[in-house]
Each structure stands twice: as structure tokens, then as C-alpha cells.
């Protein structure tokens, strides 16, 4: 799956992973598998004393292909419809994990 072919909410997701690095998200609300960015909710950035903090080189990019990691936070949002993903941790610019309230 590549970026293009994702709606307009996912790619904007995908584009606060790449601009960050490393944050957690937290708060994202879900409708109907789909991430809710306005208003965008609480970032918490995060950085790492002497590594790489930038953002990614896909950001620059208008098309790549989509990592694992990716589809993996899709298939869990289009799973929980609708709810909040209370955080969403990324690193390295790509999801790495995420806490859903049960």
C-alpha cells in the first residue's frame, strides 16, 4: 500500500509521525477507523542527546510505499471503529506502539 492511496486523515497521520521522530500522541480519537486531526491532539515530543532527531526522508516525498508499522496501527484503528487511542508512541518516525482503554 502507498501513501497516496490513503484518505485524507491518514495521510496526515502519517505526516506527523515523519515531522516528529520520536513523540507520543495522545488522545487520538477514532470514527469509524479513521484518525480525528482537528483539532490535532496533544503531542509530546521527544528527543534523543546525540542521534538523529530530524524528520524522515519520506516526508519529503510524494509517494513511498507504507512501512509494516504503518498497517499495523491502520488495522488496529479500522479494528476499534470508534475510540481513542489514549497514546500512540512513535519512534524513529514510525508507530512503535500504542494503549487503548479497555
Not at 13 to 23: D, I, K, M, T, Y
Not at 27 to 56: C, I, M, Q, T, W
Not at 72 to 98: N, R, W
Amino acid at each position: 500500500m502507498n501513501f497516496k492511496s490513503l484518505s485524507p486523515a491518514r495521510r496526515q497521520l502519517v505526516a506527523v509521525f515523519h515531522r516528529w521522530g520520536f513523540a507520543r500522541i495522545e488522545g487520538l480519537v477514532v470514527r469509524d477507523g479513521e484518525p480525528v486531526l482537528n483539532p490535532l491532539p496533544h503531542v509530546v515530543r521527544e528527543h534523543k542527546f546525540a542521534s538523529e532527531n530530524g524528520p524522515r526522508s519520506e516526508g519529503r516525498l510524494d509517494d513511498f510505499v507504507l512501512k509494516p508499522q504503518v498497517l499495523d496501527l491502520f488495522k488496529v484503528m479500522d479494528e476499534l471503529g470508534d475510540g481513542t487511542i489514549a497514546v500512540l508512541t512513535i519512534k524513529h518516525g514510525l508507530p512503535f506502539s500504542c494503549e487503548i482503554a479497555a
